[in-house]
């Protein structure tokens, strides 16, 4: 084996074989497991969410397939509608071009080329982080059978009225003329106003009431004025009319529980098509709902002339001017405020009155909520549920078309007057409906919601509507892993649709992972100058060049100082090449039930120094085992000792431990047993304690044979039991170990998962190295605690104990000297006084090191005082920070919580270092 670990040199040889070989298929006819990978958009890159939940299904996939099961990990993509038509758009766009001018069939084309040049970037990304998708399956949801799974699907839903097209208010995009979901919006805080506006009474012109609003250009679509039924200042005024300012429309004054009687002057205007409570209120009240926009947010003819054409934001500058003329503006305040913008333009959405397609979800939704409630789905954690719940008891019918061009486009067609006719083709509407071909039809210019699509991923992937063979295997999937953040626009569909088309849940387990941060708990966004890069972690990239990625393309250009500044501040020498299984492991440490995810890059460093462990243990079993008799080819001619029989005793209680988790979807506490049992005991201990045997000349054939045995054969289960997260480093070492363990076989990948044996356990030998470990812990400390050098040797007297101890002392001299680093080890008399000596205490026996020679107490004094006032200095620095009223109020809780964690840190060393200082001049 190389001398050094460098993934570069293994990842891409691995992957590139065990693809070509076709590992990654489903093998067998055994019991199925299947996990279907939220498809990730065909415009995407891999961003740190990705990378973690393809760490976590890519575990569970290589752990059942080394179970034995037939595996499925189904490969795919999101045609990703919008995301897809803006980048072939702002393509078409550098070359002076609409997609008007190319007309929509050439448009099509054009992004189907797209899509085959340069779309799915991501699947190569995914193979890099070892990801073992069967990709000889790999699904488009834009492909002939998925798109023909949608035309069924909308068709069968059209004819039981579950599917209809009306005029509903929807997120409405100005720049892209499209409806977009609500994922699809983010609601941020920004600066505002709040504006209060006199609306003079019908009957009396010279009263008025005022109404609060941050919208003050929707005043020219309003129907009513709301105030709160209990609301004794107006309560004289509900059933009368004011007079809508600049319009000279009389609108009633009603009275509705929804008004904040505390929000600005309790009295709110209300304007059904523009807004989503105004909305529904107006349902409620049954008022006009008149739309004063056009599709790009100007004022339209239902205003009056002189706004009509105006910009909203110009038209709101316009109104409040003229209402401030007439007197009719009360007061201007400053508000924060929620605004909406489409996560692609960053344009303000609008609520927005439109004809568009729905699926009544109501009827849909009861058997999805049985599902969980009679446990045939389980959310992990639990607690997701109640989200689920409460969404799916309070769902809305969901608006289902887009006005776009790429994508399943509605399977509708109208004739000339207006008739909708829907089928799976024209031809199949002229058959249905008896229509000739005199009769000129018009297909519908909408597309479907991309989630539409994915809703079907978990059977339409699998060939349905045909009975195929894949479907009947792999459906309903085992687990489904997502993050929270999609559980009404994704999860809840595809339950909704599952139990609709097929009868059964499309999984039966949810496992729900937090949101990945930045290391202060900072949501990654490229507006933020956060994001951190798989890739860049796994190869790693240099400061200038980490800056530029993150400075370039902002949606504000201004932020990009603060921006440098933080990234040099905390990356001043870049991102050094940590590898794909140092990545991996990072994400299996982090994935516990938490709702956030605080990435460090301390952790993913901590966790590369992991695999160097593994790399120089390997080699150190390698030097000692290859080329000698490790027992590959015997069944009984060796001879073990205490320590290869509590190394394997550990082994099995942590091959427990790790199947247990793993079921429960605790991967940080599977992946703790797995570095623990490495790094602490086989590593730490266990190889030292090798040594006593493999370098002493009167160890015999046999001894020596037992402990290359176990040497190898521990190592060979340990990287069978790591292999699910960290699979190129275990197949790398597995192929050298393997033979060495008399294993045979291609590839670890298809090895048998090691299997907790409790008839493997030794409790007595378990006994002993924990007392052998206790002992020399017990010295270590000392050695420590007096800034002894570890590698002087030192002479141990003892006292007290019991006879056990004298007899473990005996048997493991050779243990604790080797190890321990020990020149001689004497019993006291029991009545012999000792000189002065540092003590430890294993059990009820002492042992004592005596100081003499060891340490120069002047000198050790003096460098425990200036130690201490170094730790004074930061104590007396860090409580200054936090008592700094303008420090607490300014920064993020994580951040104020790390500086916490920092003073409790260095009033704990301080603490340790005055013990030192007291041990010392005890002396």
Partial sequence: MDKTYNPNNIEKRWYELWEERGYFAPQGDDESYCIMIPPPNVTGRLHMGHAFQDTIMDTLIRYNRMKGKNTLWQAGMDHAGIATQMVVERNLKANDKTRYDLGREAFIEKVWQWKKESGGTITQQLRRMGASLDWSRERFTMDDGLSDAVKEVF??????????????????????????????????????HLWQLRYPLADDESSHLVVATTRPETMLGDAAVAVHPDDERYKHLVGKKVKLPLVGREIAIIADDYVDKDFGTGCVKITPAHDFNDYQMGLRHELEQINIFTIDAAINENAPEKYQGLDRFIARKTIVADLKELNLLEKIEKHKLKIPRGDRTGAVIEPYLTDQWFVKVEPLAKPAIEAVENGSIKFVPDNWKNTYFDWMRNIQDWCISRQIWWGHRIPAWYDEAGNIYVARSEA??????????????KQDEDVLDTWFSSALWPFSTL??????????????????????????????????????????VPFHEIYMHGLVRDSHGVKMSKSYGNVLDPIDLIDGINLENLVSKRTTGLMKPETAPKIEKQTRKDFPDGIMPYGTDALRFTFAAMASTSRDINFDTNRIQGYRNFCNKLWNAARYVLMNTEEHDCGQNTIDD?????????????????????????????????????????????????????????????????????????????????????????????????????PLAGVQGETIMLQQYPIYDSKKINISATKDIDWVREFILGVRQI?????????????????????????????YTHYLESVGRIESIRWLDSEADAPDSATALVADMKVLIPMDGLIEKAEEVDRLNREIEKKLDEQRRLNNKLSNENFVNRAPAVVIEKEQIKLDDVKSALSHLKEQLERINSL
Avoid at 469 to 495: C, Q, S
Wanted: aromatic share 12%.
């Fill in 783 to 811: 050695r420590s605690g007096y800034n002894i050098d570890p590698k002087k040797p030192i002479n141990v007297l003892l006292s007290g104990g019991t006879e056990n101890d004298r007899k473990r002392t005996q048997l």
């Fill in 638 to 738: 060796y001879e073990l000792n205490n320590a290869d029989r509590w190394i394997i005793s550990r082994l099995q209680e942590t091959e427990a431990i790790i199947e247990k988790q793993i079921k429960v979807y605790r991967f940080d506490i599977a992946s703790q047993a797995i570095y623990d049992f490495t790094w602490n005991e086989y590593c730490d201990w266990y190889l030292e304690l090798t040594k006593s045997v493999l370098n002493n000349k009167n160890s015999t054939d046999l001894q020596l044979r037992g402990t290359r045995k176990t040497l190898v054969r521990v190592l060979e289960a340990l990287l069978r039991l790591a292999h699910p997260i960290i699979p190129y480093i275990t197949e790398e070492i597995w192929q050298r170990v393997a």
């Fill in 155 to 192: 068709v069968k839903l059209f004819e039981e009225n579950l599917i209809y097209r009306g005029k509903r208010l929807v997120n409405w995009d100005p720049v892209l003329h499209t409806a977009v979901s609500d994922i699809e919006v983010i609601s941020e805080e920004e600066n505002g």
């Fill in 463 to 504: 060939g349905w509507p045909e009975k195929t063979k894949a479907l009947e295997t792999f459906y309903p999937g085992n687990v489904l892993v997502t993050g929270f953040d999609i559980i009404f626009f994704w999860v809840a569909r595809m339950i909704m649709m599952g139990l609709k088309f097929t009868g059964q």
């Fill in 428 to 441: 199949e509407v002229r058959e249905k409906y008896q229509l000739n071909n005199t009769i000129e039809l």
